[in-house]
């Protein structure tokens, strides 16, 4: 085919057109971080995303790279061909990890020249003042194990994602538990803050502290961090145990990459790598600091006077709360009569809190059931949730095993347990992805099924940050699926046999694959026939496969993937009728949609297009029923993301990202798509918030940025929201 030669090292394998899913999360990565590098978001925002970088790259390798070495280790000879391909495709990805690092570095300078005459300063040079001495004696050097002997191999016992500082003959470990940036004021009465690093500390003082001669070598190891924790056990009192296990054993993992400051010598990283088994492309300079991913939290703790500093953050941002979910009266009937949909952040999750408290308190109502896949220690629905299980049934399905927050995850159980709700822990094999929240309420004499589903976590905190969908309805096959749910993976089951929940392992997959096949034979009779997905992942071969053959009869395909996308669009003959777009905006795009026009059909979900979550998770997809919902998604949130000349890029066919330009949408595919023109970012805010009726126009013009449109039109729109 045309296109292997051109873009070779990105194919998953040499004669398939896929891209491997590893350098298309890099390639996110760049697109993030290009929103750190451009002087159109204000000054601080564009910390967030560099930041960002930082935590992603740490996850990349301590998942995804871990994972391609073990392959690439446990490859056959008789699969010699497919090794020399991985290690080519692993060689490609740390050849781009460089590259990022170093505008990474790049970046953080840029950014710090930018904010010094507003006041905001760090630096390698800061931490040589009185201030620096300061933070160091009072906050770092009571924290620091005493030092040790210092041979290479010690290294090996450093814990993943922790700090070394290294002399001559001694070295240091330094615990996570020191922030690695810390937040300073000189001056109340001043407009200034300073940020010391801890690696910029512990290179000015830790030698004078203990009378060692020289500046010290900082390090930092990432190990691998995918640790399998399998909950099958015949004692349910064991889980516990095996969870604690299993996190314990992340610091112990695989080192996987070797992070250093200016100060290390190449004769030094030679003996490191030999120690840790390492190739010397798995060891990177640090971009400016060891702490980058520290900036996200420093950010929180910066005085009032920058929080308050209009000009360096994105303009203030108050989500509706829509009338029906306002008051705790009349909610039910309102659901009884017609679903509603939340699309957050623009609408509060308060809608949801609610909904949650309002079942706990109602006498009326017996039972409350509920998954937890990652939330707030501090999330307002916990008390409610504890309070009404001295009075009804609650019963609460938490994924112990949503990767980094186990820890969270299994506090939160033993907490609700103390409080009587009935915990289930899910499936030993499948992870509990599914977002379900279910309401019995005793309405005449028969029980009314309520339930609340959802694309995106029940955590407040992330909501206000993250774009999800959310439905709420009375709609009784849903609720009964639903119930058939939570019993299912309370008995250890894996549920199957809905009415109108898909759920995987056990049907989505398939599913998604006679619908696409549906509009392929639809195209095959001249019929117009339409698929549009959006996903934060598409990486499932066959899905991809399927794509193409719909895009050679014709079907038109749209596609929004934020993150990694193994389809390449654009071929001609293969895929000429598919188009990929990825947004990366201030909010992050969370939200999965599935349409297929000539089906008729439309689901909303938290599974991603990928093999983890059809055959490795326990999903649901939902499918929106009410008309009215159907076409505020079809005609204004799905165009929204078609049309953003913005912050959109598309992939070509090269297998590379591009900026949008009006001329990519001057013919959209939706002729009705009603979405106003705005002239300024967040002038749309104002619009949405103060809208009275349903919207209508067409688009034209220069487009807009999607963060910036609304989901006014819910369907319980009125003239008090």
């Known amino acids: ?81 497919e090794r020399h391909h991985l290690v080519c495709i692993r060689n490609s990805l740390l050849d781009m990890v460089a590259t990022l690092t170093a505008k990474q570095g790049e970046t953080l300078m840029l950014l710090a020249s930018a904010l010094g005459p507003k006041g905001l300063r760090w630096g390698t040079a800061l931490g040589d003042t009185p201030a620096g001495k300061k933070v160091f004696d009072e906050q770092i050097l009571p924290h620091l194990s005493p030092p040790e002997p210092w041979k290479p191999h010690r290294l ?79 004692d349910p009192t064991d889980v516990p145990d095996k969870i604690k296990s299993g996190v314990g054993s992340r610091d112990r993992g695989r080192p996987v990459r070797l992070q250093y400051g200016d100060t290390a010598s190449p004769a030094f990283i030679s003996q490191c790598l030999t120690a840790l088994r390492l190739s010397p492309r798995q060891v990177f300079p640090a971009p400016g600091t060891l702490g980058l991913s ?41 659901l009884k009569k017609q679903d509603i949909l939340l699309h957050h952040p623009y609408e509060s999750f308060d809608g949801y809190v609610q909904f949650i408290r309002t079942a706990c308190a109602d006498p009326n109502v017996t039972s409350v059931q509920q998954t937890f896949y990652r939330t707030d220690a501090l999330s307002p629905i916990l008390e409610a949730l504890k309070k009404a299980a001295s009075s009804k049934r609650v019963r609460v399905v938490i994924e112990l095993r949503a990767r980094f927050d186990e820890m969270n995850n299994l506090r939160l159980a033993e907490d609700l347990r103390r409080a009587g709700v009935e915990v289930a822990f899910g499936l030993p094999r499948l992870k509990v992805h599914a977002k379900v929240a279910l309401v019995t309420r005793q309405e005449n004499g028969t029980e009314q099924l309520y339930t609340h589903l959802s694309t995106g976590n029940y955590n407040a905190v992330t909501a206000r940050a993250y774009e999800d969908l959310a439905l ?153 029923l009410d008309p009215q919902l159907f076409d505020t998604i079809r005609l204004k949130i799905i165009p929204a993301y078609l049309a953003d000349t913005v912050k959109g890029r598309e992939l070509t066919s090269q297998g590379t990202w591009r900026r949008r330009s009006s001329a990519d949408t001057a013919n959209p595919r939706f002729q009705k798509a009603e979405i106003p023109t705005f002239a300024h970012p967040f002038q749309a805010q104002t619009y949405f918030q103060d809208l009275t009726k349903p919207l209508f126009g067409h688009l034209k013009g220069t487009v ?16 008090e929201k």
Request: aromatic share 10%; net charge neutral; glycine share 4%.
């Open 704 to 719: 807009i940025v999607k963060s910036d449109i609304v989901n006014a039109t819910n369907g319980t729109w009125d003239a």
């Open 1 to 81: 085919m045309t296109y292997l030669p051109t873009l070779p090292y990105l194919l998953s394998t040499p004669r398939q057109p896929l891209i491997h899913r590893d350098l298309s999360g890099i390639q996110f990565n760049e697109r993030v971080l290009a929103e750190a590098r451009t002087t159109k978001n204000p000054l601080l925002e564009r910390i967030k995303f560099l930041a960002i970088t930082s935590s992603n790259l740490d996850e990349f390798f301590m998942i995804r790279y871990a994972s391609l070495d073990q392959s690439i280790r446990q490859a056959v000879l008789k699969k010699r061909g």
């Open 472 to 624: 709420l309805t009375s709609n009784p096959e849903i609720g009964n699926d639903a119930q058939h749910f939570f019993d299912s993976v309370c008995h250890g089951e894996v549920p199957s046999g809905f009415k109108s929940l898909v759920p995987a392992p056990a049907r989505l997959h398939r599913l998604l694959l006679q619908l696409i096949e549906t509009e392929t034979e639809a195209a095959h009779d001249g019929k117009p026939a339409y698929v549009f997905a959006k996903v934060n992942g598409l990486v499932d071969p066959r899905i991809v496969e399927s794509l193409y053959q719909a895009s050679q009869a014709g079907v038109q395909v749209d596609l929004v993937v934020r993150g990694a996308c193994s389809l390449i669009p654009g071929v001609p003959g293969l895929s000429d009728n598919i188009r990929v777009v990825s947004l990366v905006d201030r909010f992050l795009e969370h939200s999965r949609i599935y349409y297929f026009a000539q089906a008729n059909r439309m689901y909303l979900s938290s599974a991603d297009w990928m093999p983890r979550n059809f055959f490795s998770r326990l999903e649901l997809a939902f499918p929106v």
């Open 156 to 234: 090996t016992s450093l814990n993943n994602l922790a700090m070394a500082a290294v002399f001559e003959n001694l070295w240091f470990r330094v615990s996570r538990s020191i922030p690695s940036i810390f937040v300073h004021t000189p001056d109340e009465t001043k407009n200034e803050c300073h940020l010391f690093f801890l690696d910029h500390l512990l290179a000015t003082h830790l030698g004078p502290s203990f009378r060692l001669k020289g500046t010290p070598t900082l390090l930092r190891i990432t190990r691998d961090g995918d640790i399998p924790m399998d909950l099958e056990t015949e």
């Open 294 to 334: 520290g900036l996200w939290t420093a950010l929180g703790r910066l005085p009032d006077a920058f929080k308050k500093e209009t000009s360096l953050w994105f303009p203030a941002f108050q989500p509706v709360l829509i009338k029906p979910l306002r008051l705790s009266e009349g909610m039910f009937a309102h």
